[in-house]
């Protein structure tokens, strides 16, 4: 399973876009990139796939350079309850079959006033 | 999108007894469910995949006598802590797959949050 590497943290202030950036040097073909959000005692809530290119769904924007070995999440004019933790995973692909979920650190993503 | 509940959402035990936690997917069937252990401020750690009408797969390092899984019906799946001690207090969470064509691939449930004193 891909390793993934992100910021531990990240401040910003609202009405601010974020870019959160996710580094996974050793992704395999067939695997999809996934971001989950996650706020204090609450499960993990999916906020965007994608494989490749660019996807935007009506909560975020996921950039994914041509040699996948990074994606970016983007959050458009962030609120104070974007205040969560941001999973980024590698390996989890839809159609291929059962894939265990590997977390890394995550970003605790923090917005100010 | 699909739900996952999970039931209690949190309990408190004494140190020695059985907590069972039931993770259900209220509108879709999971034959594969995942269990996962979350401390403060850590991320989350996979315990087991659970499979309907087969043995759990547990990780590395995690005691399958010590979390017992059963997942005997499409909706259901449940983790017992058996013999429990204040170290297992933690925040367990489950995650049931989706139809495999799903975007969204796992949905998680809310957690439940266990005590031992």
């Known amino acids: 399973l891909a390793k993934t590497t992100q910021p531990i943290s990240m401040d910003s202030y609202e009405g601010q876009e974020v870019n959160i950036t996710c580094s996974h040097n050793n992704i395999a073909t067939n695997d999809y990139i996934t971001w989950y959000q996650q706020f204090p005692s609450q499960g993990p809530r999916f906020i965007i796939q994608?494989?490749?290119t660019k996807v935007t769904n009506e909560v975020a924007s996921l950039f994914i350079p041509a040699d996948r070995k990074s994606s970016t999440l983007s959050l458009p004019r962030v609120s104070l309850s974007d205040t969560a933790v941001y999973y980024c995973l590698v390996g989890d692909s839809p159609n291929t079959g059962f894939q265990k979920l590997v977390f890394g650190t995550g970003t605790r993503l923090l917005v100010s006033p | 999108g699909a739900v996952v509940s999970q039931h209690p959402s949190r309990v408190i035990c004494k140190s020695g007894t059985s907590v069972k936690i039931e993770c259900r997917s209220l509108d879709f069937q999971a034959t594969t469910m995942f269990w996962y252990r979350q401390f403060p401020k850590k991320s989350l750690m996979l315990m087991a995949t659970?499979?309907?009408?087969?043995?759990?797969?547990?990780e590395q390092g995690v005691e399958k006598d010590k979390f017992l899984i059963n997942h005997a019906s499409l909706t259901l799946s449940t983790l017992t802590v058996t013999s429990a001690h204040p170290e297992d207090s933690s925040f367990y969470i489950c995650?049931?797959?989706?139809?495999?064509?799903?975007?969204?691939?796992?949905?998680f449930g809310p957690g439940t949050r266990l005590l031992v004193l």
């Open positions: 659970s499979n309907e009408g087969s043995k759990a797969t547990y």
């Open positions: 995650s049931a797959r989706g139809e495999p064509s799903d975007q969204e691939t796992q949905y």
């Open positions: 994608g494989y490749k």
